[in-house]
């Protein structure tokens, strides 16, 4: 089961923040400052990022990968962690801003406010155009519903015709385009979409009658049950109504030339044990992957 966190539902902040998950929004100290020996791809990081001793990474409320404190503090959670451990083996330091949604990460890194973003976010082919996509997990589709109106959604099927709330843009709005084939070819009405940006609002939305159900990952459906447990339960969608398995990605963008280097990073954080540590730390251990893998969406 994943480890208890902080309130689901945090008012969100657009404030920098160290992904340090200490109070006071002050950036960790870099790793090799000091005078103290820096990451072992320290040197293979592009002079940009060296002389800035930082990687600045955008992130919207995603629990359990981004939990934002009450009023913008800090963030915690598997992100946090995660870049914590690349950071030690890039040597430099890891900030955080906190930011709306998927379309202004993407918006903000082609504009070179952020340098990354780590979804985690369907690879896709499209996606690979103008970003690196460095690949740690797989997801499955999973749909929270308010017990107080669960009794017409007992399964994945019975989300036909029903509202659906999920964050737009996201690998979540196109799983509920493939349930609503699937109802349609089965001669049901189609499921209404009902777009936020973030992962907060569709729970919002689902828990004040808004929405029926919000779509979400299965590892985000399990913190939300985690935080509220008497409040959802949740289904999950078939194989056989498109769900399948879909990996999930960091992204970088191109022109910075800072995807490789990462994907080296993760590289050695899968030798040296730490990804595995974190993925179980959160519970995520059933959507892991054997490898990190750089853009593979382009040659499916």
């Known amino acids: 089961m994943l480890k208890s966190r902080r309130p689901l539902l945090p008012v969100l902040a657009a404030v920098v923040i160290a992904a340090s998950g200490c109070g006071g929004g002050s950036p960790d100290a870099a790793p090799g400052a000091g005078g103290e020996q820096a990451g072992s791809k320290h040197d293979a990081l592009p002079q940009q990022f060296k002389d800035a001793g930082v990687i600045r990474f955008a992130g919207d409320s995603h629990p359990p990968y981004r939990v934002v404190a009450p009023g913008g503090g800090a963030v915690t959670g598997l992100d946090h962690d995660l870049q914590q451990a690349l950071g030690e083996v890039l040597g430099v330091r890891m900030e955080m801003t906190v930011v709306s949604g998927l379309p202004a990460a993407l918006s903000g890194m082609l504009s070179s406010r ?172 059933n959507v892991k992957v054997d490898k990190p893998e750089l853009n593979t969406a382009a040659g499916r």
């Open 114 to 285: 952020y340098d990354a973003f780590n979804g985690p976010v369907k690879d896709t082919a499209e996606r690979e155009k103008q970003f690196d996509a460095v690949v740690w997990m797989v997801t499955r589709t999973a749909y929270l519903v308010p017990k107080s109106g669960s009794g017409s959604i007992r399964a994945s099927d019975d989300l036909c015709g029903k509202r659906v709330a999920a964050i737009s843009g996201s690998i979540i709005q196109d799983q509920v385009v493939r349930l609503t084939d699937w109802c349609v070819k089965a001669g049901k009405p189609a499921v209404q979409f009902i777009g936020f940006a973030d992962t907060n609002g569709t729970i919002l939305a689902a828990k004040s009658g808004r929405a029926d159900a919000a779509g979400m990952t299965e590892s985000a459906a399990i913190d939300a049950l985690e935080a509220a447990k008497n409040d959802f339960t949740y289904v999950k969608q078939t194989d056989e109504q498109g769900a399948g398995v879909d990996k999930l990605a960091m992204l970088v963008p191109k022109s910075s030339g800072l995807g490789p280097v990462m994907h080296q990073a993760f590289q050695e954080i899968f030798a040296n044990g730490e990804y595995d540590r974190i993925m179980k730390q959160y519970g995520l251990e």
